[in-house]
């Protein structure tokens, strides 16, 4: 299946990203089509130099939604000084190196596979509602989300973002699973990011799974997560909000 967001940018776009694509394209059940440049998903943005920054306004991102731990960002900022672009930061897991449950996951390396979507959106969903709440909010132009490979908190964000656009199950899933193919990939590679993928597949089988992509789908289609966002605090109005931004004919045009 092809990838949703096929309007590609990174590998043979952005110099300094090889994780990052735009969602426009993407079908919603509903029969509307995600715009492009409304949401831009990536790994964090710090290799980027002024040619690619030039490039992500371009393409009229004006927001960018920082997912990492404040240590993370102060260590390496998502954006060097003077680009014009408003940086909201949401960490989904600022505080949780100290959690039980939560070092338990990174050890067993569950985290690095959606194996651990359910539990956390189980625990911190108030933390997911965050960030979809910013995207929606988010002022005019197109939105950049990312953590710091773009794979697993942008993935949960991503997809959540997706599920409330009514798009389907299997666009969900290509799209994610693209990151793991672009993690494992040559310029990957080159920008020093680990190939995990052996590790990956022997976690994933050792829980039922064949591949990540199938992991994903048993998320999203037993964990209720819209049922879980919604009682978490997440409400209509940001629901219309992210529609209204994200899809063609959903409601006014945020750009």
Same mark, same amino acid.
């Given at each position: 299946?092809?990838?949703?967001?096929?309007?590609?940018?990174?590998?043979? #776009? $952005?110099?300094?990203? $090889?994780?990052?694509?735009?969602?426009?394209?993407?079908?919603?059940?509903?029969?509307?089509?995600?715009?492009?440049?409304?949401?831009?998903?990536?790994?964090?943005?710090?290799?980027?130099?002024?040619?690619?920054?030039?490039?992500?306004?371009?393409?009229?991102?004006?927001?960018?939604?920082?997912?990492?731990? !404040?240590?993370?960002?102060?260590?390496?900022? !998502?954006?060097?000084?003077?680009?014009?672009?408003?940086?909201?930061?949401?960490?989904?897991?600022?505080?949780?190196?100290?959690?039980?449950?939560?070092?338990?996951?990174?050890? !067993?390396?569950?985290?690095?596979?959606?194996?651990?979507?359910?539990?956390?959106?189980?625990? $911190?969903?108030?933390?997911?509602?965050?960030?979809?709440?910013?995207?929606?909010?988010? #002022?005019?132009?197109?939105?950049?989300?990312?953590?710091?490979? #773009?794979?697993?908190?942008?993935?949960?964000?991503?997809?959540?973002?997706?599920?409330?656009?009514?798009?389907?199950?299997?666009?969900?899933?290509?799209?994610?699973?693209?990151?793991?193919?672009? *993690?494992?990939?040559?310029?990957?590679?080159?920008?020093?990011?680990?190939?995990?993928?052996?590790?990956?597949?022997?976690? *994933?089988?050792?829980?039922?799974?064949?591949?990540?992509?199938?992991?994903?789908?048993?998320?999203?289609?037993?964990?209720?997560?819209? #049922?879980?966002?919604?009682?978490?605090?997440?409400?209509?109005?940001?629901?219309?909000?992210?529609?209204?931004?994200?899809?063609?004919?959903?409601?006014?045009?945020?750009?």
């Amino acid at each position: 299946m092809a990838t949703p967001g096929h309007a590609v940018v990174g590998q043979d #776009g $952005w110099l300094g990203l $090889w994780n990052a694509r735009d969602l426009g394209g993407t079908r919603a059940g509903s029969g509307d089509v995600m715009r492009e440049g409304a949401l831009v998903r990536s790994e964090a943005p710090v290799l980027l130099d002024e040619l690619g920054w030039n490039q992500v306004a371009a393409h009229g991102v004006h927001t960018v939604v920082d997912l990492r731990t !404040s240590q993370e960002a102060a260590e390496k900022p !998502s954006t060097p000084g003077g680009v014009d672009v408003d940086v909201v930061n949401i960490s989904l897991e600022e505080g949780l190196e100290d959690d039980e449950q939560f070092s338990a996951w990174s050890s !067993s390396r569950l985290i690095g596979t959606p194996l651990y979507y359910e539990p956390f959106l189980q625990r $911190w969903p108030e933390r997911c509602v965050q960030a979809l709440q910013a995207v929606a909010e988010a #002022g005019p132009g197109g939105v950049l989300v990312h953590c710091a490979k #773009g794979r697993d908190r942008t993935g949960l964000v991503v997809a959540l973002v997706l599920l409330v656009c009514e798009v389907g199950v299997e666009e969900i899933v290509a799209d994610y699973a693209d990151s793991g193919r672009r *993690l494992a990939g040559p310029i990957a590679r080159a920008a020093g990011a680990p190939d995990e993928s052996e590790e990956t597949r022997r976690v *994933l089988a050792n829980h039922g799974f064949i591949d990540a992509a199938a992991a994903m789908r048993h998320f999203l289609r037993t964990a209720d997560p819209l #049922g879980r966002l919604r009682a978490a605090g997440l409400r209509p109005g940001d629901e219309a909000a992210l529609r209204a931004r994200m899809l063609r004919g959903a409601g006014s045009d945020a750009r």
